[in-house]
T-cell receptor, first 112, second 113 residues
Framework: GQQVMQIPQYQHVQEGEDFTTYCNSSTTLSNIQWYKQRPGGHPVFLIQLVKSGEVKKQKRLTFQFGEAKKNSSLHITATQTTDVGTYFCAAISSGSARQLTFGSGTQLTVLP | DSGVTQTPKHLITATGQRVTLRCSPRSGDLSVYWYQQSLDQGLQFLIQYYNGEERAKGNILERFSAQQFPDLHSELNLSSLELGDSALYFC????????????FGPGTRLTVT
């Protein structure tokens, strides 16, 4: 089945530093979603990207979908302690099996 | 609060036993998804129901089964439990049959001893 690779697995940053997590697929994706899971919490939907080369911003968060629709990134500018959590990408293949496949997640720790 | 409810919050049971996890989707959502999240692991898709019918199947063991009832709530049945089944089980719902943005419940933490 489809696999979505997400890197890095862990990231520690000092508060105020930037953070980026990447999601890659060997197959063309129909769209990609990003979720955030706080420690002890449940995944919360952040955004969905559909178009090739799409860029969306939510305050300090910038989401990009690659031109070939095989990769995506989430960039956080000037991290804050409230950004702590695990960020997951979730992709839907362009094939007939329209399941949502989650990446393994990037666990972000922000040091004060 | 996502609007998705799951019960129970915690469940401790012994190997070989059978448990049922319950999920009520957001009002108006027709699709329900079940995921398993083991410690430090990602989200493994188990199964999806849409308006009472099975829509997609992921890595769900034969010992596990699910159903969605006419009132759209769903139950995940886990039988012949093994230690390795200990995990967080999340239910999510979405409005459509396709996997649009999903709203997750708080999860049920299952511990098999």
């Amino acid at each position: 089945g489809q696999q979505v690779m997400q890197i890095p697995q862990y990231q520690h940053v000092q508060e105020g530093e930037d953070f980026t997590t990447y999601c890659n697929s060997s197959t063309t994706l129909s769209n990609i979603q990003w979720y955030k899971q706080r420690p002890g919490g449940h995944p919360v939907f952040l955004i969905q990207l559909v178009k090739s080369g799409e860029v969306k911003k939510q305050k300090r968060l910038t989401f990009q979908f690659g031109e070939a629709k095989k990769n995506s990134s989430l960039h956080i500018t000037a991290t804050q302690t409230t950004d702590v959590g695990t960020y997951f990408c979730a992709a839907i293949s362009s094939g007939s099996a329209r399941q949502l496949t989650f990446g393994s997640g990037t666990q972000l720790t922000v040091l004060p | 609060d996502s609007g998705v409810t799951q019960t129970p919050k915690h469940l401790i049971t012994a190997t070989g036993q059978r448990v049922t996890l319950r999920c009520s989707p957001r009002s108006g959502d027709l699709s329900v998804y079940w995921y398993q999240q083991s410690l430090d692991q990602g989200l493994q898709f188990l199964i999806q129901y849409y308006n009472g019918e099975e829509r997609a199947k992921g890595n769900i063991l034969e010992r596990f089964s699910a159903q969605q009832f006419p009132d759209l709530h769903s139950e995940l049945n886990l039988s012949s439990l093994e230690l390795g089944d200990s995990a967080l089980y999340f239910c999510a719902s979405s409005a459509q049959g396709q996997p649009y943005e999903q709203y997750f419940g708080p999860g049920t933490r299952l511990t098999v001893t």
